[in-house]
């Protein structure tokens, strides 16, 4: 059975500091992994990933995708109060079948 | 501002009540997903809608009943409806499957209580 798994699963951190959220994933037909931010209401998307090894940058976030260790990373530098969200890490695998973690939960501090 | 539009935003339903959710695109998009979602946990699929047909039904219950009446819509019909269904309600679109590598857009939701 297809599975993502994030860790860690919350996170409290302060302004200004650097956060890297993990995900791995054990899928039969991989397509692409996603990146989402979820704050309120519906996800935001954030990067799509498909090859291993080039890593995707907006702004202060960055992600990377390493195919043969099955793993992605986010990465957060200086953090700011905005950032405080559910990070979704989503595998598509096949027609449709849109695989999310349980997301790691960021909540930043003044 | 989201390009997948979902009325009601926030909807109050009795056990007995029939209502109805709406999500509306105009990207072109060939596919249309229901997802639930509950507090603290992720989405889960319920439908999906190719080309307006249905291809994917995850064990729904038939107190859920969707429809896409053309590509652009999508309607998730509720009837009897119970407490345990409260729940973010959220429609997403993507592109055809052959052309399939990415990006899910969502809507804003609609907040579903059932008293």
């Known amino acids: 059975e297809d599975k993502v798994v994030q860790s860690p699963l919350s996170l409290v951190v302060h302004e200004g500091d650097t956060v890297t959220l993990n995900c791995s994933y054990e899928v039969t037909n991989f397509r692409s992994l996603l990146w989402y931010k979820q704050e309120k209401k519906a996800p935001t998307f954030l990067f799509m990933l498909?090859?291993?090894?080039i890593e995707k940058k907006s702004g202060r976030l960055s992600s990377i995708l390493d195919k043969k260790e099955l793993f992605s990373i986010l990465n957060i530098t200086a953090t700011q109060t905005g950032d405080s969200a559910v990070y979704l890490c989503v595998h598509l695998s096949g027609t449709y079948k849109y695989i999310f973690g349980t997301g790691t939960r960021l909540k930043v501090l003044a | 501002d989201t390009e997948v539009t979902q009325t009601p935003k926030h909807l109050v339903m009795g056990m007995t009540n029939k209502k109805s959710l709406k999500c509306e695109q105009h990207m072109g998009h060939r596919a249309m997903y229901w997802y639930k979602q509950k507090a603290k946990k992720p989405p889960e699929l319920m439908f999906v809608?190719?080309?307006?047909?249905?291809?994917i039904n995850e064990s729904v219950p038939s107190r859920f009943s969707p429809e896409c009446p053309n590509s652009s819509l999508l309607n998730l019909h509720l009837h009897a409806l119970q407490p345990e269904d409260s729940a973010l309600y959220l429609c997403?679109?993507?592109?055809?499957?052959?052309?399939?590598?990415?990006?899910?857009?969502f809507g804003e939701g609609s907040r579903l209580t059932v008293l």
């Open positions: 997403a679109s993507s592109q055809e499957p052959d052309r399939l590598t990415g990006e899910l857009f």
């Open positions: 498909t090859s291993s090894g």
């Open positions: 809608y190719s080309y307006e047909k249905l291809s």
